[in-house]
């Protein structure tokens, strides 16, 4: 596995428990929507009670298969962690957190190593061949 693929497994994960805590609000909002639908009808019609229950069990599903994408969040980030604290140099370390593990821009990370942007970018390259030779040594 590539160095930047390695480090960037974190990142796919989140974005995608991100999307799943999405669904999760806009099913939500719709079960909100089909109670208040439900409660201005008159008392005399029969209600969709399936609709609004296969609305929740969507949730629950969902809100389940978030759970386990965090603790697998949690062991890739551990993972990670684990290889970052070998590269040698702090900088890199400090540069591959923020990137890989807090999401950070490239133009935060300057601003936040006191370096500009090019210098950023070596930076990175010289970071990505110390992992990348890490994790030749671990396989």
């Not at 480090?7 to 799943?20: G, Q, S």
């Not at 697998?72 to 890989?100: F, G, N, T």
Request: aromatic letters at 2%.
């Amino acid at each position: 596995m590539a160095a930047k693929e390695f480090l960037m497994r974190a990142n796919r994960i989140d974005t995608c428990i991100n999307t799943k805590l999405d669904q999760v609000s806009s099913l939500r909002e719709l079960a909100c929507k089909a109670t208040s639908t439900l409660s201005d009808t008159p008392s005399g019609g029969s209600r969709n009670v399936h609709s609004m229950s296969d609305i929740i069990d969507k949730m629950i599903d969902l809100e389940n298969e978030i759970n386990g994408d965090i603790d697998e969040l949690v062991d890739v980030k551990k993972q990670v962690m684990a290889v970052i604290k070998r590269v040698p140099r702090a900088e890199l370390r400090s540069l591959l957190e923020m990137k890989y593990l807090c999401n950070r821009t490239w133009e935060d990370i300057a601003d936040a190593l006191d370096y500009g942007l090019r210098q950023i970018t070596r930076m990175h390259g010289c970071a990505l061949e110390h992992v990348e030779a890490l994790l030749r040594e671990k396989s």
